[in-house]
């Protein structure tokens, strides 16, 4: 089935749901920055605009832009923001 997930106060939506592979999410993201945790060891890629992702081993931010995607590490805080509306999909495996 599908859940529907809010952060941030509403400014991270994101719509959940199993595949045969395991979870998937879509989101949107407005302007700003956001903390999270990882659910699982994840395949984050952007949809629309430009999301900056700082991962804990990294002391600078990186930008990924529509098509590029980054691997999320199991059970860690990460930051991501953006100065636009952006769009993004996260895939568990």
């Given at each position: 089935m599908?859940?529907?997930?809010?952060?941030?106060?509403?400014l991270?939506?994101?719509?959940?749901f199993?595949?045969?592979?395991?979870?998937?999410?879509?989101?949107?993201?407005?302007?700003?920055?956001?903390?999270?945790?990882?659910?699982?060891?994840?395949?984050?890629?952007?949809?629309?605009?430009?999301?900056?992702?700082?991962?804990?081993?990294?002391?600078?931010?990186?930008?990924?832009?529509?098509?590029?995607?980054?691997?999320?590490?199991?059970?860690?805080k990460?930051?991501?923001?953006?100065?636009?509306?952006?769009?993004?999909?996260?895939?568990?495996?």
């Open positions: 599908f859940e529907v997930i809010e952060y941030h106060n509403g991270v939506k994101c719509l959940s199993e595949t045969e592979d395991g979870q998937a999410v879509i989101g949107v993201m407005a302007p700003g920055e956001f903390e999270f945790i990882s659910a699982g060891n994840g395949y984050f890629t952007v949809i629309s605009g430009i999301i900056f992702i700082m991962l804990p081993s990294h002391l600078v931010w990186k930008p990924y832009k529509p098509y590029e995607t980054i691997i999320i590490p199991t059970d860690i990460y930051k991501v923001k953006c100065s636009a509306n952006a769009s993004f999909k996260l895939i568990y495996q």
